[in-house]
């Protein structure tokens, strides 16, 4: 199966722009965060080398559950990828959702550009999208259920942790539901106005191409979810294994609430690179649970140096070397088309 084609241009100036912007989001989050390389190294110091490395494997891990859920609908739509380039991909988006993060869905342009790259039909690639949001949404909204329960059977939860976890499932069910509802939509007309709004009607047409059966797939979707609730439950390990790095004897459910209540609030108030957002979040939370306000900052930048700094130059690597990729790749077909068309 080969990836449509399109015309000289098409497309081409808006990607060149959001990876544009990602790259500068990158540029300035390294300028914003480079005292944390001096704090790193601080930390590093004093923590234990062993549990630093169970957080940089649990890390690694969370790109291959990505990659992994994405392989699972491929396959199942006969559109089956090599594990190694969607796992190069799971990189590149997991940057960009760092770098924008736009309620979780920064890198879903790439996602879907950089599997038609790949050779996958577009409808494909849209499915892949549409059933990884639905499993990033399903499994984030059960975690978030969850952490509060706990906080409620230990007598923590307050009304405004209630009310922000409330927040947080009406935005969990508005985004996954609004775009099913585009592709039930199908090729409609749009309302006169929205209609003129290319942007608009591009989506409209593009989700419209997924196909309908692989969204029914249940079992699918619960796969992919499972997959999702992987890439949390590593991350809440991870920050685990960073106060246990740092001594501090802490249970894993008090690391687990922590991440949950920082990324409700990131995904809430969505800023480039989550900046100060996630910090401030995990520290106050783990510190509201016994874990002392040192510890718990030291610890939560720990984490973030890792889920941050770690994909951040291998995703502005590997996105620039995908563009130039892809622009050869257009060049060529171009250029076939050109001589298949030419008289003889």
């Given amino acids: 199966m080969t990836a449509p084609t399109e015309g000289p241009g098409t497309g081409h100036s808006g990607r060149s722009w959001f990876i544009s912007v990602l790259t500068v989001a990158a540029l300035v989050g390294v300028v914003l965060h480079f005292g944390e390389v001096e704090t790193f190294l601080q930390l590093l110091a004093r923590a234990h080398p062993l549990w630093l490395a169970v957080a940089i494997l649990l890390q690694l891990s969370t790109y291959v559950s990505v990659a992994s859920g994405w392989s699972a609908v491929l396959r199942r739509a006969g559109s089956p990828q090599p594990f190694g380039k969607l796992l190069r991909i799971a990189i590149t988006k997991l940057f960009a959702d760092q770098a924008v993060p736009s309620a979780g869905m920064g890198g879903n342009v790439l996602l879907v ?186 610890a939560t930048m720990l984490l973030r140096i890792l889920t941050l700094w770690l994909p951040l130059l291998p995703g502005v690597v590997l996105l620039q070397w995908t563009q130039t990729k892809t622009r050869n790749h257009r060049s060529e077909m171009t250029a076939s088309s050109s001589e298949t068309d030419r008289p003889g």
């Fill in 113 to 298: 550009d950089q599997l038609m790259a790949l050779g996958s039909a577009r409808g494909t690639a849209v499915a892949v999208l549409l059933i990884s949001m639905i499993g990033y949404y399903a499994a984030y909204a059960v975690l978030a259920i969850a952490m509060l329960f706990i906080l409620w059977l230990h007598d923590r939860a307050t009304v405004f942790m209630a009310g922000l976890v409330t927040s947080f499932l009406l935005v969990a069910l508005a985004i996954p539901s609004l775009a099913l509802w585009l592709r039930q939509r199908g090729s409609r007309p749009l309302p006169p106005r929205l209609e003129h709004i290319g942007v608009v009607r591009s989506l409209l047409e593009t989700v419209a191409q997924a196909p309908s059966a692989l969204l029914r797939d249940r079992p699918l979707l619960c796969m992919v979810a499972l997959y999702n609730g992987l890439i949390f439950l590593a991350d809440a390990a991870s920050l685990f294994a960073c106060l246990l790095a740092l001594d501090q004897p802490v249970g894993f459910g008090t690391a687990f609430i922590a991440l949950i209540m920082a990324s409700i609030v990131v995904t809430l108030g969505p800023v480039p690179l989550g900046l100060g957002s996630f910090e401030a979040t995990s520290t106050t939370t783990l510190h509201l649970l016994g874990v002392p306000v040192e510890a718990a900052f030291a």
